[in-house]
């Protein structure tokens, strides 16, 4: 019997045939096989905080939330091998433990490590790459059903496409990344006008490890967020701090949301980022103000190699559309989507957004590449949909 399943934001909502939770990557080839000898397909699900329909499927879907956990950990090398249901929050736990952290989050910590990766999941900071970077190697379950194990040390650009791949390969049973002595930040959030935050923006992305902006239109203000090394923190003259703490970093970067919202988010070229934000703020104003209820925020990200990474050999700026989830949201974002789209922009491949295929080879160089790969490793499209066959172009 179809077992009903939704989204973290409660704007998908669908009933697999099926939830499956392997606890083995055994049990993991044996569903590959099975559900590929039946002609079927298979979505597999992190922790549901997508909100583009990446996991919907009337088959099976497979959830690893069985297999979490840092397997092991190499203090020397900086390295750990983390399995992809492992939640970033358990994660960074686990890690403080061996004295090792991440270098750095996104806006929470809920995501599992395979569905954070999946996406290429990011925080902020302009020397920063998004989570997908830290991905040195994987073993993962292909549609034929074999184990494989590839570190970019030997197959490159295997992992340039498994590293952003929403779920498109393969199922990663164990992913080995990259981290850092673990370390401090001190975090502090303050108040001022946007006009003082856009006139000194260029001098708070530089002098801040870790910077963003939150943007209100209903009272045009605007929250800065910073996080920098203890007792490395820049003065900010024209704002008022509102609050300030020190700790580990993986406790203090992401924090915890209980309003549940929608998000249309796009990364453009760094030097676009002020001009974008200018037209949506200026559209948000003249035509939303009044039902919008929430906030626009920015971010910026280092470049990297990924071949669909939103960031792939670029500065980025990320603009990100927060909308409250019991409120429509399709007409708002689709009036804001093209303003973001003339600024050369990217999706987030798990939020609203209306692009296809089509549309999306274009802003990738690899594209083709990636499509190569996948179509090598599953040329009957065993984890493909018909949302997936038209982002990917099938
Ligand atoms: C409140 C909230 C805050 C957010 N903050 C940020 C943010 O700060 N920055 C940002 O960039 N994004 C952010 N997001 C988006 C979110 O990080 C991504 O959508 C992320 O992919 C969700 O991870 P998940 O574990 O829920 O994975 P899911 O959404 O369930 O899956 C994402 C993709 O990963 C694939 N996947 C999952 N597990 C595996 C596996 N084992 N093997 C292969 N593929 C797998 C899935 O097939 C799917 O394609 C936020 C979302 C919410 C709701």
Redesign the pocket.
Known sequence: MAEKWQ???RSLQFAPERIVKPTSTVEIQELVREVGANGGTI?????????SP??ATDDTLVS?EEMSGVESADRDRCEAWVR??TTLEVMGEELLEEDLAVHNL???NV??L???I??????TGRELG?LSTMLLGVR?ITADGNLVERHIEDDPDFIRAARV???TL???TCLRISAQPAYKLHRQEWCTGVEDCLEHLHELIESNRNFDFYWYPRSDEVKLRTLNPPGETPEIPYADLLEESVEWAPRIIAKT?ELR?D?MEYCMPIGAGPAAFRKVRRRLLDRHRREVAWRTLYRTTAPDDAMLSTSYRRETSVLSIHHNNELPFEEFFTDIEPILCDHHGRP?W??KHNLRAAELAERYPEWDRFQEIRRRLDPKGLFMTDYLRELLGD
């Not at 699900?45 to 997508?50: M, Y």
């Open positions: 989204n973290w934001s979505r597999v699900v992190g922790q549901g905080h997508s909100s990446l996991v690893l992809p249901g996104g806006d929470v995501q599992q395979g569905g954070a999946g996406t290429g999941t990011h925080g998004n993962m791949a929403l779920g393969g199922i990663f949301r919202f998000e987030h798990g939020k």
